[in-house]
């Protein structure tokens, strides 16, 4: 029941998405595509997933224990904590704290999972910024 549920909540967000997408504004300078294709695109994906999910559920799934919702529970928290440090702290420490307590969750030992989340960081700020020139949120060090 909770998949058929599931599906249908998902349902409704990729509809919400798609048609949110379409009212996005477009300036006289833009690419061909658009800005609006790729949250079209990512809707659509959310929609077929959906209907997967409500024409073909699992069985009742098993819920996890209390600590086990709190832990997913402080995991949101540290993600929406991360996108509010974003702008104050910057793309790389940011992402280092986040990608290092997700890594530490995973089950990554504690020095390795911090750093993992520098390797982490460092590496997509090299990629996207450096190498794609793309620009990420600058902190106060300038990175």
Request: proline residues 7%.
């Amino acid at each position: 029941m909770s998949d058929r549920i599931m599906g249908g909540v998902g349902l409704l967000l990729a509809a919400f998405f798609i048609w949110q997408a379409t009212l996005i504004k477009e300036s006289f300078i833009s690419d061909p595509v658009g800005p609006k294709i790729f949250p079209i695109i990512i809707g659509l994906l959310v929609g077929i997933s959906s209907l997967a999910i409500l024409l073909k559920p699992d069985d009742e799934p098993e819920w996890p224990d209390f600590s086990r919702l709190f832990e997913v529970g402080l995991t949101v928290v540290v993600m929406i904590a991360y996108a509010y440090a974003l702008p104050i702290a910057g793309f790389v420490v940011s992402t280092a704290v986040a990608a290092g307590y997700l890594s530490w969750r995973l089950g990554t030992p504690p020095i390795k999972a911090v750093i993992a989340g520098i390797v982490i960081s460092v590496g997509i700020f090299v990629i996207f910024n450096l190498i794609l020139g793309l620009s990420l949120a600058r902190g106060p060090w300038g990175f």
